[in-house]
């Protein structure tokens, strides 16, 4: 096995732990594109079942809001009967001032002649009275007959008759319009009443009409919300899907170029010249893919990067395969740029790496490996199937 030495590696290291030396230290564990599709599959369903919850939601949220809609219009029918009754009611009350006004004219006339009355009737008794001994001589010296004499003094005395019954009706008149206003102002402090019962209420129902109208904008606004919810949910299952659908075509072409490689040229080991700091590199990838795998397990993933190394179908140098775009997870999370700076690698990691690059496999000609999947034959090492 021939040996360049140079420092490539080890440039990229130290470059590489300026940045990360204050990480947290991660547990070795390998994320394969498999497992990548898994969690994706799986953060799908949790986000369509997110989205089914939040269209459940909006959907109670709807039947609530049009269930307050169906009582506000009741309550808008009701307020505006209770608003019709008052303004029928004032009007009531209205026409109620105005009778009880207008009797109480009525009365101030009624005791005006009833005080005009009273006065003539003093003034023709006292006449009477006064004058008694004139008049009677005056009627039997005037009188031609004594038929005309009494004719003359029934008309005395149906005057004196005539002032009490004129008297007498108009105090029953005045008592009358006093019993009309009576009745009018019990009326009146009835519909005055009633009125307030009225306004109350209104001024109840109005409340109503307000707090059911506030829920209806409350539950508006949560419909709202929730349709932003749920359309962010939609816009993050469409990504997700994409995303499922971009790593089930990298899984397909994983499969492919695992065919090609097997079908394709390979160089011995003894052709391949390994920089200095390749084993550094390979070990600490090793920590990271399977550090919690078994022995075997390690010294597989190291023959899967030699296998790329000596495969026409990849890059012919660690540091190529092991940094090829998108292929080892540890590079993309930064957890392989960690094990390197903290040196993380175990001696059964080292171990494995100078196996690997001495020649050694276990897993034959395979170039991948992840969580076993129904339907793809490999070998099968501790958690993992190489393929």
């Known amino acids: 096995m021939k040996r360049r030495y140079g420092f490539p590696v080890l440039s990229v290291i130290l470059c590489t732990s300026m940045y990360i030396c204050m990480m947290p230290k991660f547990d070795a564990y390998a994320t394969t594109t498999k497992e990548k599709l898994e969690q994706a599959e799986q953060q799908h369903k949790e986000t ?13 949220l709807t039947n609530v809001k049009n269930s ?4 506000l219009k009741q309550l808008n029918e009701q307020l505006t009967e209770v608003s019709e009754n ?22 101030e006339e009624a005791m005006r002649i009833e005080t005009e009355q009273y006065e003539a009737m003093k003034k023709r008794i006292r006449f009477i009275y006064e004058k008694q001994d004139f ?14 004499f009494i004719n003359k003094n029934d008309y005395v005395e149906s005057l ?8 007498t009706k108009y105090e029953e008149t005045r008592a009358s319009i006093e019993d009309t206003k009576a009745l009018l102002e019990q009326e009146k402090k009835d519909l005055d009443a009633y009125h307030e019962e009225v306004v109350a209420e209104q001024e109840k129902v109005q409340g109503y009409v307000n707090n059911t109208s506030s829920s209806i904008s409350n539950y508006t606004g949560q419909i709202k919300d929730a349709e932003a919810v749920c359309e962010a949910y939609e816009t993050q299952a469409a990504q997700e899907e994409a995303d499922i659908q971009a790593l089930k075509k990298k899984l397909a072409e994983e499969i492919r170029l695992s065919k090609l490689a097997a079908q394709s040229s390979w160089r011995d080991i003894s052709e391949v010249s390994f920089d200095e700091g390749d084993r550094y590199l390979l070990a600490n990838l090793i920590y990271c893919e399977a550090g919690n795998q078994p022995y075997a397990g390690q010294l597989a993933v190291g023959a899967v990067v030699i296998n790329r ?21 540890p590079v ?45 034959s490999g070998i099968e090492i501790g958690g993992h199937i190489f393929y």
């Open 309 to 329: 190394v000596l495969s026409s179908v990849y890059p012919d140098t660690v540091v190529g395969v092991i940094y090829q775009n998108k292929q080892f997870s």
């Open 86 to 107: 008052l303004e029928d009611l004032e009007k009531k009350i209205e026409d109620k001032e105005a009778e009880i006004e207008q009797t109480e004219a009525d009365l």
């Open 160 to 167: 004196s008759a005539y002032d009490r019954k004129m008297l």
């Open 332 to 376: 993309g999370s930064g957890r392989l740029a960690l094990a390197l700076a903290e040196n993380n690698a175990t001696e059964a990691c080292y171990r494995a790496a100078d196996e690997a690059m001495s020649g050694q496999t276990n897993v034959g000609t395979c170039v991948y490996f992840r969580t076993p999947i129904e339907g793809l």
């Open 68 to 71: 307050l809609q169906g009582e």
């Open 48 to 60: 369509q079942e997110k989205i089914d919850d939040t269209k459940e939601n909006i959907e109670d």
């Open 135 to 148: 008049m009677i001589m005056d009627m039997i010296f005037s009188s031609q007959s004594m038929a005309d």
